[in-house]
C-alpha cells in the first residue's frame, strides 16, 4: 500500500491496515498454528481492544484477512515479473528471483507470502483453507495465462502451472530448512529445460 494511499484511510482503517500487515507477516514466518495473536498485536502496535473490534470473528477471520492481502500485494508483482518476458522461462525465472532475494533478505524467515499459512491450511478452519485454496488457485492461474501467451495449450499450461508453482513452493520450503538460497537458484536453472525453452 503507498503511503499516499495510508494516510487517506481513517483512524480506524489503519489500526486494522497494521494489524493485517503484522498478521501476514506472523502467519508468513509461523503458519497459522505458530501464529499468536498477542505476538501480532504487539508487532502492529494496536491497542489490545482493536483487535476483536476490526475481527470479531479472532484469529480465523484474521488469517482470511491476511491471505486476501498478501495476495492482492503478490499477483500484481508476479504480474509484472511475467509481463513482457521473452520466454516462458524467463518470466518465471524473474519471479523466482524476486521471491529468493526477499527470501534471501529476511534471513530465511520469510519468502512467499502465502507458503506458510497455505502449507498449514490443511489444519486450520474451513474459511482459512478456502481462502488459501483461493488464493493458490489464482497464482495459478496467472502462470496458466502467462504459459498459454508463450504457445501451450490451455490444458498444457494449467499442468505446467501446477509443476512450477509447486516446485517453486518446495525449493522455499528447502531454501528456508536449509538457510540458503541454492534450491531457488537451482529451480531458475533448471526451469528453461522444464519448460522447453531450450533443448
Same mark, same amino acid.
Given at each position: 500500500? #503507498?503511503?499516499?494511499?495510508?494516510?487517506?484511510?481513517? !483512524? =480506524?482503517? +489503519?489500526?486494522?491496515?497494521?494489524?493485517?500487515?503484522?498478521?501476514?507477516?506472523? /502467519?508468513?514466518? %509461523?503458519? /497459522?498454528? =505458530? $501464529?499468536?495473536?498477542?505476538?501480532?498485536?504487539?508487532?502492529?502496535?494496536?491497542?489490545? =481492544?482493536?483487535?476483536?473490534?476490526? /475481527?470479531?470473528?479472532?484469529?480465523?477471520?484474521?488469517?482470511?484477512?491476511?491471505?486476501? $492481502? $498478501?495476495?492482492?500485494?503478490?499477483?500484481?508483482?508476479?504480474?509484472?515479473?511475467?509481463?513482457?518476458? #521473452?520466454?516462458?522461462?524467463?518470466?518465471?525465472? @524473474?519471479?523466482?528471483?524476486?521471491?529468493? %532475494?526477499?527470501?534471501?533478505?529476511?534471513?530465511?524467515?520469510?519468502?512467499?507470502?502465502?507458503?506458510?499459512?497455505?502449507?498449514?491450511?490443511?489444519?486450520?478452519?474451513?474459511?482459512?483453507?478456502?481462502?488459501?485454496? !483461493?488464493?493458490? =488457485?489464482?497464482?495459478?492461474?496467472?502462470?496458466?495465462?502467462? /504459459?498459454?501467451?508463450?504457445?501451450?495449450?490451455? @490444458?498444457?499450461? !494449467? @499442468?505446467?502451472?501446477?509443476?512450477?508453482?509447486?516446485?517453486?513452493?518446495?525449493?522455499?520450503?528447502?531454501?528456508?530448512?536449509? #538457510?540458503? @538460497?541454492?534450491?531457488? %537458484?537451482?529451480?531458475? !536453472?533448471?526451469?528453461? +529445460?522444464?519448460?522447453? %525453452?531450450?533443448?
Amino acid at each position: 500500500m #503507498r503511503v499516499s494511499e495510508v494516510t487517506r484511510l481513517t !483512524k =480506524g482503517e +489503519q489500526t486494522r491496515s497494521r494489524i493485517v500487515a503484522a498478521a501476514s507477516e506472523a /502467519f508468513e514466518r %509461523d503458519g /497459522f498454528g =505458530g $501464529a499468536g495473536l498477542s505476538s501480532i498485536l504487539d508487532a502492529s502496535g494496536a491497542p489490545r =481492544g482493536s483487535l476483536y473490534f476490526h /475481527f470479531p470473528g479472532g484469529k480465523e477471520q484474521l488469517a482470511v484477512a491476511a491471505i486476501e $492481502a $498478501a495476495l492482492a500485494e503478490l499477483l500484481p508483482v508476479i504480474k509484472e515479473m511475467l509481463r513482457g518476458a #521473452r520466454t516462458a522461462s524467463h518470466g518465471v525465472i @524473474r519471479m523466482l528471483r524476486l521471491l529468493s %532475494d526477499r527470501l534471501e533478505a529476511s534471513g530465511f524467515e520469510i519468502g512467499c507470502p502465502l507458503c506458510s499459512i497455505v502449507s498449514s491450511s490443511a489444519s486450520a478452519p474451513e474459511s482459512v483453507r478456502r481462502a488459501a485454496a !483461493k488464493a493458490v =488457485g489464482t497464482i495459478e492461474h496467472s502462470l496458466a495465462a502467462h /504459459f498459454i501467451d508463450h504457445g501451450r495449450s490451455g @490444458r498444457d499450461a !494449467k @499442468r505446467l502451472a501446477t509443476v512450477v508453482l509447486s516446485t517453486i513452493e518446495g525449493a522455499i520450503l528447502l531454501a528456508r530448512v536449509q #538457510r540458503r @538460497r541454492d534450491p531457488l %537458484d537451482r529451480v531458475a !536453472k533448471a526451469l528453461p +529445460q522444464l519448460l522447453l %525453452d531450450e533443448p
